[in-house]
């Protein structure tokens, strides 16, 4: 985990911690040929495979105002379809074969609840356009948490560790649930012994946070930022290897004494058998967008790391990403 590009720990690593319908038709050549000469794309659809609120869908809906506001595509449909840790949307998506009109936000979560779900949809089934951005993980509690540090808590952990439960925004194999494992490893704490509670993205986990029915969450700090600044929650540590601008006051894990470093990564898919024109107007769309002042300033806003890649660069890495967590989850028996 601590390459920004290897994004899943090792086999070793990993085994350590555990003993145990209908959318739109698909792009016109019109639509196509518009897109080509500079006008801006039109009647492109965004599907956010769990529920609002939460990281996926925080990012679709940035990348979809920014296209708007650069006009680069204009009314950009977002949407959300959530369910069985992304794997819903997943299936919608191959559904939808050939239709270039939409495309699906992702990330690590759903590699992994591909095999956790056990899903007859797969990411590879998918036609890549292009990986985003990279984000730092969180070590967030309620505002009135008797945990003032992370230090505070991992003591509390340490002390109880089934008696303190910790919420994640992804299912089983997936950023959130690797984050507390890989915690609980680095500070002593035997894995099997984490009371994890799964919730479908950072739109239920939130909740769960502010209602006290978790002790502390674990998962992207983008996630929680409006709610940092209201007051409602505190980051107790993000796991970068250096501080996050838009968290100044935040201590690293590694600089709070925990040798550990965390990095998802988002980005986004398409059905499958889309025409090479449809995608050639996303992966423009979004590469124009990524270019634009207005993206920049999103990112330093949101503190999210560029990792911008598409076509055949992003399917490379997609599949290396896809063996990797497959080997991992067989391993720890969480996967056939």
């Not at 769960?208 to 709610?227: P, T």
């Not at 935040?250 to 499958?272: C, E, H, Q, Y």
Request: hydrophobic fraction near 40%.
């Amino acid at each position: 985990m601590r390459s920004p590009r290897l994004l899943v720990p090792t086999a070793a690593a990993m085994l350590a911690l555990f003993t145990a319908t209908a959318c739109g038709a698909t792009a016109d050549k019109e639509d196509s040929a518009d897109a080509g000469n500079g006008k801006p794309a039109t009647g492109l659809r965004l599907m956010v495979p769990n529920t609002a609120g939460g990281g996926y869908d925080t990012t679709a809906r940035v990348a979809a105002k920014v296209m708007d506001d650069a006009k680069i595509a204009t009314g950009v449909q977002v949407f959300n379809l959530p369910g069985a840790g992304g794997t819903v949307g997943l299936q919608r998506t191959v559904n939808e074969k050939g239709n270039g009109k939409l495309a699906m936000q992702m990330g690590l979560g759903v590699v992994g609840a591909t095999y956790t779900s056990k899903s007859k949809a797969t990411l590879t089934q998918t036609t890549p356009l292009a990986k985003l951005i990279e984000e730092a993980g969180a070590i967030v509690v309620p505002k009135d948490s008797p945990y003032k540090s992370i230090g505070d808590l991992v003591t509390a952990w340490k002390a109880n560790p089934k008696g303190l439960a910790v919420g994640g925004g992804s299912s089983p194999g997936g950023p959130d649930h690797l984050l507390p494992m890989q915690l609980a490893q680095t500070v002593g704490i035997d894995p099997k012994d984490v009371n994890f509670v799964s919730y479908d993205g950072g739109g239920e986990l939130l909740p769960a946070l502010l209602g006290n029915k978790i002790a502390f969450g674990a998962s992207g700090f983008g996630e929680f930022l409006d709610q940092v600044k209201s007051g409602q929650v505190r980051v107790l540590a993000v796991t970068s290897e250096q501080p996050i601008e838009a968290l100044k006051d935040v201590p690293t894990l590694k600089s709070s004494g925990i040798d550990l470093v965390f990095t998802n990564w988002r980005g986004i898919v398409a059905p499958p058998e889309i025409s090479a024109e449809d995608k050639q107007v996303w992966v423009d769309a979004l590469t124009k967008m990524h270019d634009s002042p207005e993206w920049k300033a999103e990112l330093t806003k949101r503190g999210w790391t560029d990792a911008f890649v598409t076509g055949d660069a992003f399917a490379t890495f997609l599949t290396d990403q896809d063996k990797a967590v497959a080997d991992i989850l067989t391993k720890l028996g969480l996967a056939a």
